[in-house]
């Protein structure tokens, strides 16, 4: 990809899933990717001479801000924030509780917030772009999915409102909503539950699969890159058809 050999990326939540898939993706392009989790384990070996591991906690708008510096301080400049980092969690709409209610948002909302607030005055100076991750659920909750699919909502309405705020500095910002992706949160499954829950799952969609973090990696990029130079204040969708059908 032209010109990516100077570009700098974060991406969140880069230990698992969908983040790694993506810091991987960007990592291969060219791009120097900062990677970005709660704990340097959970980030695990770094794959490429041009990824670096940085700890930080999400939530705490502290340690976000020195981890903005650390990587401005390293790399030099940011051009593209991908925010991956989330938790999810299906309860009963009457287990709702407001330490649960605090706790989620926290992290799937206010972590994305912390790291936007923070990026923003780095990414105005190289006009770069930000992705957010939202969910299907967001617009098609499953039942005991209530809490997480008002996180969700929330991440996509915020990105909407900042790519307005941002238009004029040539800052772009958008979303990718996945739908049933097959990642590490299925880990707590024994292996045979797992692939028949994959599989199940798939056959409802249009393309007959459940989606891979791969897919939803290329989405992201697309949406950093050159590319995408016109599109802002889009939620893309990636989740084979499954909002098509309503499912």
Excluded at 69 to 79: Q, S, W, Y
Excluded at 224 to 237: F, H, K, P, R
Aim: some cysteine; overall charge positive.
């Amino acid at each position: 990809m032209a010109g990516s050999e100077s570009k700098v990326a974060i991406v969140t939540g880069a230990g698992s899933g969908i983040g790694r898939s993506t810091a991987r993706l960007l990592a291969a392009r060219g791009y120097t990717v900062a990677i970005v989790g709660r704990t340097l384990a959970k980030l695990g070996r770094v794959e490429a001479a041009n990824m670096r591991p940085y700890q930080c906690d999400v939530t705490d708008p502290g340690q976000v801000e020195r981890t903005v510096g650390a990587i401005v301080a390293e790399l030099g400049r940011i051009d593209y924030l991908v925010n991956c980092a989330g938790q999810y969690r299906t309860m009963p709409a009457d287990e709702i509780t407001p330490a649960a209610r605090a706790a989620l948002f926290e992290v799937n909302v206010g972590g994305t917030f912390n790291f936007c607030v923070a990026a923003l005055p780095h990414l105005r100076r190289t006009r770069g772009a930000i992705v957010n991750v939202g969910s299907g659920l967001g617009m098609r909750p499953r039942r005991g999915a209530a809490l997480y699919a008002a996180t969700k909502a929330a991440v996509e309405a915020f990105t909407r409102g900042l790519a307005v705020d941002l238009g004029e500095a040539s800052v772009r910002v958008n979303a990718v909503s996945p739908g049933f992706v097959d990642t590490e949160i299925l880990d707590a499954l024994p292996p045979d539950r797992r692939k028949a829950l994959v599989a199940q799952r798939g056959t409802a969609f249009p393309l007959g699969r459940a989606g891979r973090p791969d897919d939803v990696a290329a989405a992201i990029v697309y949406l950093v890159s050159d590319e995408a130079s016109w599109v802002t204040g889009s939620v893309l969708s990636v989740d084979g058809g499954a909002g098509a059908l309503g499912v």
